[in-house]
C-alpha cells in the first residue's frame, strides 16, 4: 500500500489512472466507486479522493460520501478482492476522505460485477482485451486453460454442470443463465473454447471414466485416521470425478467425526467445531484449485480426531512463499480459479488463505502449519482444538461490528499481544488504527499491549498491569539516568522527550509528577525555562 498524503500533496497531485478526484459533497453511489477502485487495481493500484474537485486549480470543498468508511472499506475488499485501506483528512474544517487500493494479484484482472474497468486518461473503461491477454500471460502458463485435444462434450457430468449453474445463478442472479444449454453454459465461463474441451472442464466437471481416460492424477483421496500410526486407514473413499460431483460429499465425510467443544461465557454457552466448515471447504478448494496437474500424485485429506491435513501436488506457485501467502496472489490454475469464483463457491477469490487465518484466530485455534511443504508437495495442518478458551471472551468482547472491519494483519496483531508474542514488523502499520478503535494501547516507545478491558474480560487484568508496570518503570529509570548524568546543569523537558520519543508530552508529564512523589527528582523554574534535577 501507498504512505500517508496530506491534503496540500493531494492538491499538486497529477489526476490520471493512479489517482481519481471525486467532489462528492454529499453523497456518492458505491457501485461506482467500485468501479472507480477496480480500474485503480488493475492499473497498479492508487487513490480514489472524496472532497476535492478534479480541475485545476483544485479546491477542497469536503465531502460526506460514506460516513463509515470502514464499513466500505470491508464491502470493496469483498467486491474487489484486494486489500483496501482508507485515511480521513481534516483541512480548515473540510472532510476529506482517501480510499487507498492496492495492485491487482499478479497475472490476474480485477473484476467489478463481471467486468475488468480500466482507467484511459481519466476515462473509466472495460478492459482493453490486449491489456487483458498481457495480464493473463504475467503468470506463465495456464495448464487448466489448455485444451484436451481426445476430450468430448460427453465426457463432463450433467449434474455436476446443472450444480455449477445452480450457484452461478445464485451468486450473480442472473436468470438468463436459466435459459442457456449446457454448452452454451461452459462456453460462456470459458470451460469449452472453440478450439475444444479445456482441462479446467474436466478437473470440475469430469465423469470418473473421463478422468481415468484423460487425467487420472485429478484424484482427491480421503482417509479417517484413529492414529498416526503407519498402517490402514480408519476409512477411505477415493474421488476420481470432477470436483462438482465430490466436494459436498468430502465435507459430509469429515463432519461424521466432526466433535463439538462447549465454551461457556456467564449463562450462555458456546459449541465450537473441531472442523470449521468454512476453513475445511477453504483448504480442500485451495488444493484443488492450486496444484500442479502436470505432475503424477493426488491430493490427500487425512483426518485425525483434532486436526485435518490436506497435501496437494506441486509447492507454491511461482513468487508465493510463506512469508507472503497472506499478501500476494498468483493462481497456478487461472481457469479453475475463475470458473470457481463466478459461481461463489470461492467466496473470496484469492483470499482463502486469509480466511483460514481470521477463523482460526476467532475460534482461538492454532494457526495453519505448513511443516512439511517443499518444493514438490504443500501441506497444510488445520489444528482444531481450541487451545484457550479465554481468547474466546476477548473475541466476543470485540464484537461483530469491529470484527466485520478488521484485516488479517488486524487479527493476527490481535492473537501475538493476547499471547505475548513479538510483532512482525510488517504488521505494525497497523497498530495506529486498532489504537484509534480501541483495541489495543500505546504503553511505551514502540511497545503495544491489548487493550485493558479485554484482558479484564479474559480475566487477565493483572496480565495488563504487569506489562505496562514493567514498561512503566523501565521509563521511569530511563529519565532518572538521564537527568542524573546531567549533574548541575539541569535538564530541560524537550531533553525528557528525546528520551521517550514514543511517547506524548502528557504522559511525560504524569512519568515526571510521579518521581517527584517519590522524591527522586525536583524541578526549578517554570514553562520553557523549566529544568529537572536528581534529588540525592
Avoid at 478458551?389 to 488479517?408: A, F, H, P, Y
Wanted: aromatic share 8%; with cysteine; charged share 25%.
Amino acid at each position: 500500500m501507498n504512505r500517508l498524503v496530506s491534503v496540500e500533496e493531494l492538491l499538486e497531485a497529477k489526476e490520471g489512472e493512479n489517482i481519481q478526484f471525486k467532489e462528492a459533497k454529499n453523497r456518492f453511489d458505491m457501485g461506482e466507486a467500485t468501479r472507480c477502485c477496480c480500474a485503480l487495481a488493475n492499473c497498479g493500484g492508487g487513490k480514489l479522493v472524496f472532497g476535492i474537485t478534479d480541475k485545476r486549480p483544485r479546491q477542497v470543498v469536503g465531502s460526506q460520501a460514506f460516513e463509515q468508511p470502514e464499513r466500505t472499506r470491508s464491502g470493496l475488499i469483498d467486491k474487489l478482492k484486494v486489500m483496501v485501506d482508507f485515511q480521513l483528512l481534516d483541512y480548515q474544517g473540510k472532510r476529506v476522505l482517501v480510499f487507498d487500493v492496492a495492485s491487482r494479484p499478479y497475472g490476474l484482472p480485477v473484476q467489478a460485477g463481471g467486468i475488468a474497468w480500466w482507467y484511459e486518461g481519466d476515462s473509466l473503461i472495460p478492459m482493453p482485451e490486449e491489456v487483458r491477454r498481457g495480464i493473463y500471460a504475467e503468470s506463465g502458463f495456464d495448464f487448466s486453460s489448455s485444451i484436451c485435444q481426445s476430450a468430448k462434450l460427453s465426457d463432463l457430468d450433467e449434474a455436476a454442470v446443472e450444480d455449477f449453474r445452480a450457484r452461478w445463478i445464485e451468486k450473480s442472479g442472473n436468470q438468463r443463465l436459466n435459459s442457456l444449454s449446457a454448452e452454451q453454459l461452459l462456453r460462456d465461463c470459458e470451460a469449452i473454447t472453440e478450439e475444444g474441451i479445456t482441462y479446467a472442464a474436466l478437473i470440475l466437471f469430469g465423469t470418473r471414466a473421463a478422468l481415468g481416460k484423460h487425467l487420472p492424477q485429478a484424484e482427491i483421496i480421503f482417509e479417517y485416521r484413529s492414529t498416526e500410526v503407519s498402517g490402514p486407514a480408519s476409512q477411505r473413499e477415493e474421488f476420481r470425478t470432477g470436483f462438482f460431483s465430490c466436494y459436498n460429499r468430502l465435507w459430509e465425510l469429515i463432519n461424521l467425526r466432526n466433535d463439538r467443544q462447549h465454551y461457556q461465557e456467564g449463562l450462555f454457552v458456546y459449541d465450537i467445531p473441531t472442523f470449521n466448515e468454512r476453513v475445511v471447504r477453504e483448504a480442500v478448494l485451495n488444493a484443488a484449485s492450486h496444484r500442479n496437474y502436470q505432475l503424477s500424485g493426488s491430493v490427500f485429506i487425512r483426518q485425525y480426531r483434532d486436526k485435518l491435513v490436506v497435501e496437494s501436488p506441486g509447492g507454491f506457485p511461482n513468487g508465493i512463499s510463506l512469508e507472503n501467502i497472506l499478501d500476494r496472489q498468483t493462481p497456478r490454475n487461472r481457469r479453475i480459479a475463475e470458473i470457481l469464483s463466478l459461481c461463489g463457491l470461492v467466496e473470496r477469490s484469492g483470499q482463502g488463505m486469509n480466511l483460514i487465518y481470521e477463523l482460526s484466530i476467532k475460534e482461538a485455534k492454532q494457526l495453519p502449519d505448513f511443516t512439511g511443504t517443499d518444493h514438490d508437495l504443500v501441506r497444510i495442518t488445520l489444528n482444531g482444538l481450541v487451545i484457550d478458551t479465554k481468547m474466546l471472551s476477548v473475541i466476543n468482547r470485540i464484537g461483530n461490528d469491529r470484527l466485520e472491519v478488521l484485516s488479517t494483519s488486524d487479527f493476527l496483531i490481535i492473537n501475538a499481544l493476547y499471547h505475548e508474542e513479538r510483532l512482525p514488523k510488517g504488521l505494525r502499520a497497523n497498530l495506529k488504527r486498532l489504537e484509534d478503535m480501541g483495541l489495543v494501547e500505546h504503553v511505551g516507545r514502540n511497545k503495544y499491549v491489548l487493550a485493558r478491558g479485554l484482558y479484564a474480560v479474559a480475566g487477565k487484568a493483572g496480565v495488563h498491569t504487569r506489562i505496562v508496570g514493567l514498561d512503566r518503570e523501565t521509563n521511569k529509570k530511563l529519565l532518572l539516568k538521564h537527568i542524573r548524568e546531567n549533574g548541575k546543569r539541569g535538564t530541560p523537558f524537550k531533553e525528557l522527550q528525546q528520551v521517550l520519543p514514543g511517547h506524548s508530552r502528557n504522559q511525560i508529564q504524569v512519568l515526571m509528577r510521579e518521581l517527584r512523589k517519590e522524591g527522586h527528582v525536583y524541578c526549578e523554574g517554570k514553562t520553557s525555562a523549566a529544568r529537572w534535577y536528581f534529588k540525592d
